[in-house]
């Protein structure tokens, strides 16, 4: 398995910040839309969409339990680890 355990970064002290809580929530509308909310120990949170379809929910759920913790602004390698994470499992890869 890959480490995706490295933290390091240029960016300064300013910008350490750290995943709280992940939820979601299906809005009903011309189709389910699945909606995320990410929150942080900033005070700032974000809000995004998911791809249509089932078990949003429960996949976010078991993405959320290695993501809360992590920064957030490490985006592109938090997305390697779901990716990772989920492959096998629905994921849209099978390369780690």
Not at 62 to 83: A, H, I, Q
Request: hydrophobic share 30%.
């Amino acid at each position: 398995m890959r480490d995706y355990s490295n933290h390091a970064s240029n960016r300064g002290p300013g910008r350490d910040v750290r995943i709280t809580d992940i939820e979601t929530c299906v809005v009903q509308g011309n189709f389910e839309w699945n909606l995320v909310r990410v929150h942080t120990d900033a005070g700032v949170t974000g809000i995004g969409k998911s791809y249509r379809g089932g078990a949003v929910t429960d996949i976010v759920e078991y993405v959320g339990r290695f993501l809360v913790g992590e920064n957030p602004l490490d985006v592109e390698r938090l997305f390697r680890r779901m990716v990772h994470e989920t492959s096998g499992h629905g994921g849209t890869t099978g390369r780690s």
